[in-house]
């Protein structure tokens, strides 16, 4: 008999998976492996929102509680896992923008209370869909301003203000009811690379990662985070394999006395991907020592995905695993202390108590965590937008276009090399002029042809700009409607 054919081996091959599904509703494909064992399923924006276009009407809310119902009710302690953190990262909120304050925006703003309190908020948002689990918060130390996937998603560049904003969300999150996952282990912050799309590397000494980049994940594990989830990147004193599939820092993470659940980052991300494979890459991970596999946004490849891409990429790795079972590189003991560490979380989810909850003025908090370089001349909209920014990483799964209509007021938006308009309200949106590159050098011309345009920045700051702007630190609909009544009414420095 195969692996295949044993019901028991199946089950235990299912506690151990979280595949992405195409579709508002709980496909049959999906529910008979959730007959079968399987641990959960992660949501993602095309599950909760009609497809191609914004929407936000009562149609689409009784869609996604119909969703939630069925899946609690096709089992108590099934597992459902969503990238909701605020800010730039939302699957609740992907049609409209975020109307919560993200990482960058408190950490600026730091206030512990606060950040507990939106982290209340994230679960209660990521429950009434039906997710028990938040991915978040994330805990890497955004050291390098090159950073393309982490940026304001991260509370800042200091461990210490990291760290304890960390606490403080899944504090907040756990005390809600959901299960909190700190991310991406043993720390994104310091690259330059997206490992949605490469294989970055940390190049620094194994003492500054240790000072720096794993601080804020020991806080959290010293604070009982229930799950810590790995990032596809090389840490070359650890070996050539990324973190998501190496033994030696996924027992590192253990040695710092994490008892919990490890999960890994997507295994459809190009750093696995492209290099091992899914499929070799999930039986890679468990024999590391990963407890829950993370298989994949079946939306990600957008046109070029087939029409059974979910179900493609969960038998992928399923049945990989399935023929490392039955050729014995796999040991069952592996599957098995894994799947009874994710059993164990989904039950102590299932019976969590719900604790007090703390208020939270969401728009003063935006409003706060705008710092101005200016000063700023008031320009009551409607307004031009010229909107310079690159592409989004594969981690926002969001329109971002509520970000521009919000700034423009009712005017006109413009985007990428579009010829600048000689008169009007002009406002230049940027993310990514942290550092020399073509957002910078756009700014720079823009300055020399409309030296009264105003500039709002969505990234990190960096280096003084040559025309006034608002920092907002975040690309969500609640740091635009902050900067757009900034917009109307002026700052001074």
């Known amino acids: 008999m195969t692996a295949a054919d ?3 081996l199946r089950a235990l091959v299912g506690g151990v998976l979280w595949p992405g599904f195409l579709g508002r509703t709980v496909p049959d494909w999906l529910r008979r492996e959730f007959d079968e064992g399987l641990a ?17 009407d009562e149609g689409a809310s009784r869609s996604r509680m119909s969703l939630a119902a069925d899946l609690r009710g096709i089992r ?20 409209s923008g975020s109307t919560l304050p993200g990482a960058a925006q408190l950490g600026y703003l730091d206030d512990l209370a606060v950040t507990e309190a939106v982290g209340q908020h994230l679960a209660d948002r990521s429950l009434a869909v039906g997710a028990n689990a938040v991915l978040g918060p994330v805990a890497d130390v955004n050291t390098d301003l090159r950073n393309p996937v982490i940026g304001v998603r991260s509370f800042g560049e200091s461990p210490e203000l990291v760290a304890r904003h960390t606490v403080a969300a899944l504090r907040g999150i756990q005390s809600a009811g959901a299960a909190a996952c700190v991310k991406h282990f043993p720390g994104h912050g310091d690259t330059h690379l997206d490992s949605h799309h490469a294989a970055p590397a940390l190049t620094i000494g194994l003492d500054e990662l240790e000072r720096v980049h794993l601080a804020p994940f020991r806080a959290a594990i010293d604070a009982g985070v229930a799950m810590v989830m790995t990032a596809h990147i090389i840490v ?39 290099t091992v494979g899914a499929g070799p890459g999930a039986v890679q991970a468990l024999l590391a020592g990963a407890d829950l596999l993370c298989i994949s946004n079946p939306a990600n490849l957008g046109a070029a995905a087939a029409p059974d891409q979910d179900v493609r990429d969960f038998r992928e790795v399923q049945h990989a695993i399935f023929d490392a079972l039955d050729a014995g590189t796999l040991p069952v003991e592996a599957l098995e202390r894994a799947a009874r560490r994710v059993r164990a979380l989904a039950d102590s989810v299932a019976r969590s108590a719900v604790g007090e909850r703390m208020s939270l003025d969401a728009p003063l908090v935006a ?31 969001s329109d971002r276009d509520y970000v521009e209509s919000t700034l423009a007021a009712g005017g006109t938006v413009l985007r990428g090399d579009a010829a600048v ?12 002029v942290g550092v020399p590159g073509p957002q910078l050098d756009r700014v720079a011309n823009i300055a020399r042809i409309r030296p009264d345009a105003i500039v709002v920045n969505a990234g990190m700051p960096g280096a003084a700009l040559p025309l006034p702007t608002l920092h907002v630190r975040a690309a969500s609909r609640l740091a635009a409607e902050a900067a757009r009544d900034l917009l109307d009414s002026g700052a001074p420095a």
Not at 76 to 95: K, W
Not at 248 to 259: D, I
Not at 423 to 432: I, W
């Open 6 to 8: 044993d019901r028991a």
């Open 40 to 56: 959960g399923a992660v949501l993602f924006a095309h599950n909760l929102h009609a497809e191609g276009g914004l929407r936000s």
């Open 76 to 95: 108590p302690s099934l597992l459902v896992g969503i990238d909701e953190e605020g800010g730039n990262v939302t699957r609740v909120d992907a049609d």
């Open 236 to 274: 070359p004193a650890w070996g050539d394999a990324p973190a998501t599939l190496n033994p030696v820092a996924l027992g590192h993470l253990r040695s710092m006395g994490f008892e919990g659940v490890i999960v890994t980052d997507a295994l459809d991300m190009a750093a696995v991907r492209k």
């Open 367 to 397: 409003r706060d965590a705008i710092s101005v370089e200016g000063p700023v001349p008031a320009k009551p909209g409607p307004r031009t937008v010229l909107d310079v920014r690159g592409r989004s990483t594969l981690a926002v799964d």
């Open 421 to 432: 308009p000689g008169s009007g309200s002009l406002v230049v949106l940027v993310d990514a």
